[in-house]
């Protein structure tokens, strides 16, 4: 089994341009891909023999509104954080994300576990994942407008308001206007 380092090699061979760039900060491996190739480099995680990152620990979202425009790129990045199984090696890949066109392609294909990850950066951050089954609101109900973890998201914005009443029949709380 290779080590975190050496699927970081193994992955700017195999897919050169597609990989960005990568460092490593007190024994954590980031990895940073184009969003285009990201469920490529996910896939080669997971089914190489060598690497076998088969579990998704987390996928989350950063949003970098108010960096200065020479270090970051992109406003968003989108993030896997990933484990073998096998090793216990972990590996972090990261996919920025510009916010003008905010999507990227969904890993549920490849991770079950992503159905509801990616939900919730959808309904916190607004990031599209593209070719997801159900792409719904999961925190957030229905109604809510805008995604409340966005850094210009404005603190004093006001929602539809609900209150709760209770049903006569089986006592079940149910939302109304």
């Known amino acids: 089994m290779l080590s975190e380092r050496d699927a970081v090699v193994l992955l700017r061979d195999t897919f050169g341009p597609a990989v960005i760039s990568d460092h490593e900060f007190r024994g954590d491996v980031t990895v940073f891909v184009h969003r ?68 990227v392609p969904s890993a549920v294909a490849l991770y079950k576990i992503a159905d509801w990850l990616e939900r919730e950066v959808w309904d916190m951050m607004g990031i599209v994942f593209t070719g997801h089954p159900h792409l719904s609101r999961i925190l957030m109900y229905e109604e809510f407008v805008g995604h409340p973890l966005r850094k210009d998201y ?12 209770e049903r006569s029949t089986d006592r079940q709380p149910v939302w109304v206007r």
């Not at 190489?48 to 579990?55: A, G, I």
């Not at 949003?63 to 090696?89: C, I, N, Q, W």
């Not at 404005?154 to 009443?165: A, L, S």
């Open 36 to 103: 285009t190739r990201i469920i490529d480099v996910l896939t080669f995680l997971r089914d190489d023999k060598r690497l076998l990152f088969d579990m998704l620990i987390d996928l989350t979202a950063v949003d970098y509104l108010h960096y200065e425009p020479e270090t970051k790129a992109e406003r968003f990045e989108v993030v896997y954080h990933l484990r073998s199984m096998a090793t216990g090696a972990r590996i972090r890949v990261k996919a920025p994300v510009p916010e003008d066109d905010c999507q």
């Open 154 to 165: 404005p603190y004093n914005k006001e929602q539809p308001q609900y209150t709760i009443r």
